[in-house]
């Protein structure tokens, strides 16, 4: 076996200078993190796929912007502003999707049937 059993080890030994016996100290600058829980990851490889995985929600110059604070990319404020923004809708609003299931064409939810040879409830 080597060394001193875990027992009989002392719990840390102060280093002391040989000639005067003082404790022989340091001053150190520590850059230190500490995550507290189970949170996202940080790392810049995380946030690109994220920030990705959702740039259709957002406008593009968001997007370029995210890119640029969060992953570090070399986007410049000219290649920002030169990108265009989306196009607006005609007429202001966009109606309703009809294919969205158990809404009307106008958006509205659907009644249910009432015809038994529909299979509703007569």
Known sequence: MLG??????????ELRDP?????VTKKVAL?????????????KAFVYTVIKENANLI???????LLRDYVGLPISDDDIATVA????????NMPPNPLIAGLTAQGNPMQPAT???LGGVG
């Open 85 to 92: 923004p989306p196009p607006a809708p005609q007429g202001g």
């Open 31 to 43: 850059d230190i993190t500490v995550t507290v829980g189970a949170g996202l990851p940080a790392n």
């Open 59 to 65: 406008p593009p110059s968001t997007y370029l912007k």
């Open 4 to 13: 001193v059993p875990v027992e009989n080890a002392p719990r840390y030994k």
């Open 19 to 23: 000639e005067t016996n003082e404790p």
């Open 115 to 117: 015809n038994p040879a």
